[in-house]
């Protein structure tokens, strides 16, 4: 990877090892220090003391996300692109992990607008994260979710209506966010390096 690639993703980082390093400091000011029996709170703590953790493709995919936009933006509709054309029997994973198509009326259009995201699963439901790569501003997908409390799932050939529901509860959250980190590890890094806290829904089948 280039020096100067590195050095914006992992800050003050000189080269491969510098970046490694870099990795090393942050975990251990994630430990913290001990100071009267209270740990005290580190820059990369997460909302809600969320335990955290930094790992390289997930600075890879903010750093596309808050540096290279544009490019994120193109990757994502080629991807949709790709996976539609193909009926979602192609390119059904992104990062060695699976993914899915929803689509949702948009507040302002009042359009279809489909997005691709990690497909996490909650025995019958599917949790989604507004997390935009940790971006400070959540995605248009979400919003347009929250304003329409519904939407439309496809799974490979599969495809079908759900209702939304915006975790607002801690525990349950908690939880959630669990269910999340080990489904899709990257949301751990997403969070850690976002100034907001990552929101969550749950999509569930509509009754028939």
């Known amino acids: 990877m280039p020096s100067t690639l590195l050095r914006l993703i992992f800050p003050g980082a000189q080269g491969p090892a510098g970046a490694i390093e870099f990795t090393a400091r942050r975990r251990r000011a ?3 220090s001990v100071t009267g029996g ?3 709170k580190s820059e990369v703590d997460m909302v809600d003391n969320h335990p955290t953790g930094i790992s390289l493709s997930g600075r890879l995919a903010n750093f596309g996300s808050t540096r290279l936009t544009g490019l994120s933006k193109l990757s994502g509709r080629v991807h949709r692109h790709v996976y539609d054309r193909f009926g979602g029997t192609r390119f059904g994973k ?5 993914v899915f198509e929803l689509t949702v009326i948009g507040r302002k259009s009042g ?8 497909l996490v699963r909650d025995g019958d439901d599917l ?3 507004g997390s935009f790569g940790g971006r ?7 919003h347009n979710l929250v304003a329409a409390g519904r939407g439309t799932v496809r799974i490979g050939r599969d495809s079908w209506s759900v209702t939304a529901r915006v975790i607002t509860d801690p525990d349950e959250y908690a939880t959630h966010w669990r269910t999340l980190v080990a489904g899709y590890p990257d949301f ?3 969070q850690a390096l976002s100034p907001r806290k990552l929101p969550i829904a749950v999509l569930s089948r509509t009754a028939i």
Not at 94 to 98: F, Q, R
Not at 113 to 118: C, E, G, K, Q, T
């Open 30 to 32: 994630r430990a913290g």
């Open 38 to 40: 209270k740990r005290a």
């Open 94 to 98: 992104w990062m060695g992990k699976p």
């Open 111 to 118: 359009e279809p607008r489909s997005v691709i995201l990690m």
């Open 127 to 129: 949790l989604v994260c």
């Open 136 to 142: 400070p501003t959540a995605p248009a997908w979400w």
């Open 188 to 190: 751990e890094t997403y």
